[in-house]
């Protein structure tokens, strides 16, 4: 038995160790991508292929804390039920010993590639060097070894290929540190995915780390994807331990683009990636999580599993903006349906899991109150929304405030277990959270006036059986 047939087989027996014990915490989602077993992070190879979507991730099956990641992978022909795969790659080589981090994926010839950084620590020195694996099913997959070493000028922080191809030429972005510890994204070219060219940086200029980067067109207009950090918090900006967030412009000889944006508003989402789907949508999932920000005091730790991913979401450009829709095909999960229309306020039990629409009939303040433990509110005459939760590790409240360029008309939510996401004014604004309240705990009061819809939402396979 090889490294790699080891490293898969013991993941294996840990999961089913501990699979009773995780999908019986009262926090585990019925409906999200989770973490099988340990630790979830970044979404990884988002894309679709011969009808099949195809989601990998960072996990660390064997610990709740980061370490050495595999690439997990869930496979889906509807984005609602996922089913869980064998791991995609495993830390077995001299290349990525210490870590199958980050990357993307691409169909080439019939088959599916992925690129992804091998991490390297020999006496706490980084290396990182751009990998290839391949595969003909999208079930087994052959390392193909290392397709790029850092350049001249970065250090060991160079991570996270985006794959893609214009015309006949194939390119590469990847997230970088530069020699003088500032964050960029650098580009390469290649004619055949095997000879990359060294072409320069991207963009750069604010923070000290840029993670993540994704490069997409969308309605004629270029947008790059990244997540910067070391952005020190400014008013109601910046205001998590790492921000994602993307520039909007036009790549010729070179990329001038706008200010900076922040992607999602609220306290967990980080590392997005997205994919061009075979009806031409441009589809995203988020991470639902925050690397060093008190991901000790989660409370699933004692059941084996922590984090877990956004559903899918639609990004559809507006002017300078992005907006974020969630899929429609999100509407199989909907089962019971029940509908209030009021003129000053509504309290009432709604389910754990369920997804609420509110369509505002009037323009004044709205305050909500969810489960009693995170609240949502607006004030009318400077249109922001304030959402409120307790800190994981000493339960003093935090917010996060977004600003509307127009009065709010709508709010739509998606409840699982421990998360909430919240969609304003059409996508406008997005705020993801993960939640933890009192797991009986069912109270919702809206003081507002409007028609509030709310649907119980069936169980899907989060992350696999």
Same mark, same amino acid.
């Given at each position: ?6 490293? $898969?087989? $013991? ?22 991508? #989770? ?29 709740? @804390? ?38 993307? #994926? ?14 390297? =620590? ?46 006949? =030429? ?5 997230? #970088? ?17 095997? &000879? ?36 020190? @918090? *400014? ?35 980080? @590392? ?33 599993w922590i984090h877990q991913l956004t559903i899918p979401r639609e990004l559809v450009r507006e002017g300078d903006r992005?907006?974020? $829709? ?17 003129? &000053? ?35 009318? *005459? ?45 996508? @406008? ?17 809206? =003081? ?18």
């Amino acid at each position: 038995m090889n490294q790699d047939e080891y490293l $898969k087989q $013991k993941a294996e027996e840990y999961r089913k160790k501990h699979q009773e014990q995780v999908k019986n915490d009262p926090y585990y989602p019925q409906y999200h991508i #989770a973490s099988p077993v340990g630790l979830l992070n970044d979404p990884n190879g988002w894309i679709q292929w011969n009808g099949t979507y195809h989601l990998f991730f960072q996990w660390m099956p064997f610990d709740t @804390a980061h370490g050495a990641k595999f690439w997990g992978h869930v496979r889906s022909e509807n984005l609602v039920d996922w089913q869980l795969e064998a791991p995609a790659l495993t830390p077995s080589s001299w290349y990525d010993k210490d870590g199958c981090y980050s990357g993307s #994926a691409i169909v080439h010839e019939g088959k599916l590639y992925l690129f992804y950084t091998g991490n390297v =620590k020999n006496d706490e020195v980084r290396e990182a060097y751009q990998c290839l694996a391949t595969s003909t099913d999208g079930q087994v997959f052959h390392k193909q070894g290392v397709q790029i070493e850092v350049p001249d000028g970065y250090t060991a922080h160079f991570r996270d290929p985006k794959v893609w191809k214009e015309g006949t =030429k194939w390119y590469m972005v990847i997230g #970088a540190q530069t020699d003088q510890e500032k964050g960029s994204v650098v580009w390469y070219e290649s004619e055949d995915l095997n &000879d990359w060219t060294f072409r320069g940086e991207l963009s750069s200029g604010f923070g000290y780390m840029w993670e993540c980067p994704d490069y997409f067109q969308l309605d004629g207009k270029d947008i790059l994807l990244f997540s910067p950090q070391g952005l020190s @918090a *400014s008013g109601i900006d910046y205001q998590n331990t790492y921000q994602s967030g993307y520039v909007i412009g036009e790549w010729k000889d070179d990329f001038t683009h706008g200010p900076f944006v922040e992607l999602d508003r609220g306290f967990d989402f980080y @590392a997005p990636q997205t994919t061009k789907d075979e009806h031409g949508r441009r589809l995203l999932f988020g991470w639902m999580g925050m690397a060093d920000d008190n991901e000790p005091h989660h409370p699933t730790i004692s059941n084996q599993w922590i984090h877990q991913l956004t559903i899918p979401r639609e990004l559809v450009r507006e002017g300078d903006r992005l907006y974020q $829709k969630p899929v429609p095909e999100l509407k199989e999960l909907r089962e019971t349906k029940e509908e209030h229309t009021f003129y &000053d306020n509504w309290n009432g039990p709604i389910p754990r899991v369920s997804e609420w629409y509110f369509e505002v009939s009037k323009e004044k303040d709205i305050h909500m109150s969810i489960f009693r433990y995170a609240t949502m509110e607006y004030n009318a *005459s400077e249109k922001s929304i304030r959402f409120t939760r307790p800190r994981l590790d000493n339960g003093e409240i935090e917010e996060r405030i977004g600003m509307l360029n127009e009065p709010l008309h709508s709010l739509h939510c998606y409840l699982d277990h421990s998360s909430i996401e919240l969609f304003v004014n059409g996508g @406008a604004l997005t705020f993801s959270a993960r939640m933890f309240p009192d797991p009986n705990e069912e109270t919702f009061e809206v =003081k507002g006036s409007g028609t509030l819809s709310i649907w119980s939402l069936r169980k899907s396979v989060g992350g696999g059986d």
